[in-house]
């Protein structure tokens, strides 16, 4: 009976309210809310939907409304500042003081518990280098490029529009194009909001081939070539794989594809926008390369890699292998880490699938320096990175530079709402909607975002100069040092290995991936039989 209590006690109140309304009629404004309270009661009451709604007539609809709160109530008020996920409040902080100007200074040391596993440092110099270069900048293309293109150290990450705003994407590209970095279009295709301001653009090719497909889906050559070769377009980036979702396609329904998103994805209004797991235009490292030659070709020469989160090793020196007995290049290739951020996906492929940046770091860096290859080819990084340190750590694992999402939309004004999936993004950053787009003021965002990068990048140099070093390039695994436990720390090179040149093509079996590069084939992604490999026959 106690159950009931709420609607019983509307019920006495409607009745009272009614018996006084002829004498005072102003208790109409009370009789209505009291009316209405009644129709919810009674409604949880004979609806089958919801069991506490049926059980706990109106007061159940408080657990959705606190719900809907949680993320902010915890961020706020519950969190502390080195509490949250993915990103903690002290990294926002960070980032929005960055994007504004603000003083970004830290008081009275470390919050951090530098005895916890957790904690990794950078070795300094007792000789600063104040000569230091005051921007670094990565030269990317080989000798088979013939439009390389300057990369910035820290520059935008994927982000597609259909994912993103028109609004964030335009802002996004804005303040690219004030900082001279460049803005990566996501496989969603190179919307005219990504064309607006005229910032460098890196065209990421999914499996969709947005923008650049047939009426079934397949890769269109000419459609590819007739935007590739715009003179904005500084690179080209095949996606195989996302950090945070990796193996898994994606689908954009099609209440959401807008005439203009179906424009800029080159898909039918209104139809489901599906992204395929795999490509289709090659199955085989060999195939691959072709594909990398072709759009080199159709590009009229400029950059093009790879990008992916690297998964089953021995599919990593397969492309090296095809590499070597092809000749054919890769320009770049960006190492997207496990806990990389999405709009949504199923949650046992963010937690429980794709290798963590540092680890898919390291893998890609070793192979590329054991077949041979490191001096062509050039090597990015992305996966929460949204510091100086983030830089420096990546450098130390072999980056040439780093890519940031979610630091990028932070500097736009997110406060991690986690409503990305939704379409409800209280920022107006991940939605659609018009009206919550109507908050994001493209001038003054976008001069945040500059900042925000300008600053990082500063930041790099800082810690560059107090390592007494002339560049990021310099830093070196033995300079970034991890904690084992309370009592134990090593530098990285004494952690995970680190490969001398060739040693893949000379002696493979003295290095700790001889079954990897053993089981590794050209003619497919496969994996040859190994005989080192245990047998469960």
């Not at 996966?383 to 750590?393: N, R, T, Y």
């Not at 939309?409 to 990305?420: A, I, T």
Request: with cysteine; aromatic share 8%.
């Amino acid at each position: 009976m106690v159950r009931f209590v709420v609607p019983i006690l509307l019920v006495a109140a409607a009745a009272l309210l009614g018996f006084a309304l002829p004498a005072n009629p102003w208790l109409i404004w009370l009789l209505a809310p009291v009316v209405l309270l009644l129709a919810v009661a009674l409604w949880d009451i004979v609806q089958t939907s919801h069991t506490l709604r049926r059980n706990y007539p109106v007061i159940a609809h408080m657990r959705w409304f606190f719900e809907d709160l949680r993320p902010y109530l915890r961020s706020y008020i519950v969190e502390s500042d080195l509490d949250g996920r993915p990103f903690n409040h002290n990294d926002r902080a960070l980032v929005y003081a960055r994007a504004k100007g603000d003083n970004s200074s830290h008081p009275f040391g470390t919050e951090l518990n530098v005895y916890s596993e957790e904690y990794d440092w950078l070795n300094h110099s007792m000789m600063p280098n104040e000569r230091a270069a005051e921007e670094f900048r990565v030269d990317v293309g080989g000798s088979q490029c013939k439009k390389p293109y300057s990369a910035a150290i820290l520059n935008i990450s994927a982000m597609s529009f259909g994912s993103l705003g028109a609004k964030a994407i335009e802002t996004l590209n804005l303040g690219a194009q004030q900082g001279g970095f460049y803005h990566d279009t996501g496989e969603g295709g190179f919307s005219p909001y990504h064309a607006k301001h005229g910032g460098d653009i890196v065209w990421e090719i999914g499996s969709g081939y947005f923008g650049c497909r047939t009426n079934d889906g397949s890769f269109d050559p000419d459609k590819f070539a007739r935007t590739a070769v715009l003179d904005q377009i500084k690179m080209i980036e095949i996606k195989l794989s996302q950090g945070a979702k990796p193996g898994k396609g994606g689908m954009l329904p099609g209440a959401k594809v807008t005439a203009e998103i179906a424009e800029t994805r080159d898909v039918p209004v209104g139809k489901d926008c599906i992204s395929p797991a795999a490509h289709t235009a090659f199955t085989t490292p060999l195939e691959l390369l072709d594909f990398v030659q072709q759009l080199r070709t159709l590009s009229g020469g400029k950059p093009v890699g790879i990008k992916l989160c690297v998964g089953q090793p021995h599919e990593i020196f397969a492309v090296m292998k095809a590499m070597l007995e092809t000749g054919i290049k890769l320009d770049f290739i960006v190492v997207d880490g496990g806990e990389g951020g999405t709009g949504a996906a199923p949650v046992e492929l963010s937690d429980r699938v794709g290798m963590p940046l540092r680890e898919g770091l390291i893998l890609v860096n070793n192979a590329l320096i054991g077949a041979g290859l490191r001096g062509d080819i050039r090597l990015a990084a992305s996966g929460k990175v949204i510091s100086g340190a983030s830089l420096a750590m990546n450098a130390a694992l072999g980056a040439d530079w780093s890519n940031a999402a979610r630091g990028f939309m932070f500097s736009l004004g997110c406060v991690q709402s986690l409503q990305c999936h939704t379409g409800k993004c209280p920022t107006g950053i991940a939605t659609q909607s018009v009206s919550r787009q109507r908050g994001l003021v493209v001038e003054d965002k976008a001069e945040r975002v500059h900042r925000f990068q300008k600053e990082t990048a500063a930041a790099l140099r800082d810690i560059v100069v107090s390592m007494g070093l002339e560049n990021p390039s310099q830093i070196r695994p033995h300079h970034l040092h991890e904690r084992l436990n309370a009592v134990k720390s090593s530098s990285i090179d004494r952690i995970y290995p680190f490969l001398k040149a060739n040693v893949l093509i000379d002696t493979p079996e003295a290095t700790p991936y001889a079954r990897f590069w053993a089981a590794a084939q050209t003619g497919s992604f496969r994996a040859l039989p190994d005989i080192r490999q245990t047998s469960y026959d």
